[in-house]
């Protein structure tokens, strides 16, 4: 059974400086996508970046983007010039491709905290 | 309405009462879920449908019976409950297979339920 590991439950990070969220994950399989998923208080969860596995190259959204280590299997988010409204839960998730199952497998969460 | 919508916002109910959740997707989604999240506890898959076919129950307690009549709908039936499912009940919806498949999952606000 595939897992996902976050293995810090809370950060905080300055505002305007960068903070890296880590995420690992176990699977077998070759063909999957990742996601990094915010849920900010009383509000609700939204997506924040997708990663095909199949792509080399890392995803970026504006001032999100991760650092995809498929051998390692990492999948770590950077939030770069962190602004107050990035305080939110963040959820890491895995998803097998190629099926109908419709489910993903996600982490326990990291809570970020931005100080001003 | 866009996206997912969940009502009620707010429940409080007794142990003996019963009372249904509303999901409502209006993204021609063909899959919907639903997720328990409890405070300190990481998020819990109850249920999946497919083109409102079941295709995952997560050893849910039979006190929550789910309603798929339609690919854009999805109830959450609950009877006789326990304080301890006392939590944020989470539906989602996802783009399973035909026209742009991506697997991400889009959530409702959530219904904050309370057993008393």
């Known amino acids: 059974a595939q897992t996902v590991t976050q293995s810090q439950p809370e950060m905080s990070v300055q505002e305007a400086e960068t903070v890296t969220l880590s995420c690992t994950y176990d699977?077998?399989?070759?063909?999957?996508?990742l996601f990094w998923y915010k849920q900010p208080p009383s509000r609700q969860m939204i997506l924040v970046i997708r990663q095909e596995a199949y792509k080399q190259q890392n995803a970026t959204e504006n001032r999100f983007s991760v650092n995809f280590q498929k051998a390692a299997k990492s999948f770590s988010l950077k939030i770069s010039d962190s602004q107050l409204g990035d305080a939110a839960m963040y959820f890491c998730a895995y998803r097998k491709a190629n099926t109908n199952a419709g489910k993903s497998t996600f982490g326990d969460g990291t809570t970020l905290t931005v100080k001003p | 309405e866009t996206g997912v919508t969940q009502t009620p916002r707010h429940l409080v109910m007794g142990m003996t009462n019963k009372k249904s959740l509303k999901c409502e997707q209006h993204l021609g989604h063909n899959a919907m879920y639903w997720y328990k999240q409890s405070a300190k506890k990481p998020l819990e898959l109850m249920f999946v449908?497919?083109?409102?076919?079941?295709?995952e129950n997560n050893s849910v307690p039979s006190r929550f019976s789910p309603e798929c009549p339609n690919s854009s709908h999805l109830f959450l039936h609950l009877h006789t409950l326990q304080p301890e499912d006392s939590a944020l009940y989470l539906c989602?919806?996802?783009?399973?297979?035909?026209?742009?498949?991506?697997?991400?999952?889009?959530f409702g606000p959530g219904t904050r339920l309370t057993v008393t």
């Open positions: 699977t077998s399989e070759s063909d999957y996508y």
């Open positions: 449908y497919n083109f409102k076919e079941q295709t």
């Open positions: 989602a919806s996802s783009q399973e297979s035909g026209g742009t498949v991506s697997y991400e999952q889009y």
